[in-house]
């Protein structure tokens, strides 16, 4: 449980004193953008390993246990994450780098961004909060709890190092968009225009959902299906 705990506070440390950080733009400065990126992402692949293998290793020690009658309500909130993950991940954004030249469009925030602009990060929280309720273990609540905090304070950090860089463009972009989905929308500052998600994104979502829907059993030995 030690490990997984140290894997988790590496994780989060990494992106929120690192890559959320001013250091950042210190340590691009020297190695350039893609020489960051290349060795955050070996330091992200090294937090994911660890995560993994000390999640699976460490002893299941219940707190509330698992909850049975959360099953059908965490299938829905899981696709609902599944969509925002896969349609953000297809979406040209001006929250991922090399992702500025959005920000030229006439209307930078269509699509999954004017429900949300980091729906990647969102996806992710929400995945991660229903797992680890559903769970209800100390293993979990560790494990999932990394990845919904990280969901939860990223978008923020993003905001402050796109800001920094793309200064009054981002601004009008951030300012017709909403980190919580759909809040900019109930504000009135954008709407929600379904045709232009993408039928192929959708589908893409929904195929990837029901690959791990019916390959969860195996790979965790949980089967979401049954209540």
């Given at each position: 449980?030690?490990?997984?705990?140290?894997?988790?506070?590496?994780?989060?440390?990494?992106?929120?004193?690192?890559?959320?950080?001013?250091?950042?733009?210190?340590?691009?400065?020297?190695?350039?953008?893609?020489?960051?990126?290349?060795?955050?992402?070996?330091?992200?692949?090294?937090?994911?390993?660890?995560?993994?293998?000390?999640?699976?290793?460490?002893?299941?020690?219940?707190?509330?246990?698992?909850?049975?009658?959360?099953?059908?309500?965490?299938?829905?909130?899981?696709?609902?994450?599944?969509?925002?993950v896969v349609i953000g991940l297809a979406t040209p954004?001006?929250?991922?780098?090399?992702?500025?030249?959005?920000?030229?469009?006439?209307?930078?925030?269509?699509g999954i961004l004017r429900v949300t602009r980091h729906?990647?990060?969102?996806?992710?929280?929400?995945?991660?909060?229903?797992?680890?309720?559903?769970?209800?273990?100390?293993?979990?609540?560790?494990?999932?709890?990394?990845?919904?905090?990280?969901?939860?304070?990223?978008?923020?950090?993003?905001?402050?190092?796109?800001?920094?860089?793309?200064?009054?463009?981002?601004?009008?972009?951030?300012?017709?968009?909403?980190?919580?989905?759909?809040?900019?929308?109930?504000?009135?500052?954008?709407?929600?225009?379904?045709?232009?998600?993408?039928?192929?994104?959708?589908?893409?979502?929904?195929?990837?959902?029901?690959?791990?829907?019916?390959?969860?059993?195996?790979?965790?030995?949980?089967?979401?299906?049954?209540?």
């Open positions: 449980m030690v490990s997984l705990a140290l894997a988790g506070l590496y994780f989060l440390a990494i992106h929120l004193f690192v890559s959320g950080s001013r250091l950042r733009d210190a340590i691009v400065a020297r190695t350039g953008e893609q020489g960051f990126l290349g060795l955050f992402s070996l330091l992200s692949l090294i937090g994911i390993i660890w995560i993994v293998r000390a999640w699976g290793a460490a002893p299941l020690i219940p707190v509330w246990g698992p909850l049975l009658w959360f099953r059908p309500i965490a299938l829905v909130l899981v696709f609902v994450a599944f969509l925002l954004s001006p929250t991922a780098t090399g992702g500025e030249g959005v920000l030229r469009n006439d209307e930078p925030a269509t729906p990647f990060l969102m996806g992710v929280t929400l995945w991660a909060g229903t797992h680890l309720i559903a769970a209800g273990d100390v293993a979990a609540l560790l494990f999932f709890g990394t990845f919904a905090l990280l969901g939860a304070i990223g978008p923020r950090l993003i905001d402050a190092k796109r800001g920094r860089k793309l200064g009054d463009r981002w601004e009008v972009f951030a300012g017709a968009t909403s980190i919580v989905p759909f809040m900019a929308i109930a504000q009135r500052r954008n709407r929600f225009v379904a045709s232009e998600l993408g039928a192929w994104r959708i589908v893409s979502a929904v195929a990837a959902y029901a690959v791990f829907l019916s390959a969860h059993g195996w790979l965790f030995g949980v089967v979401p299906t049954s209540f």
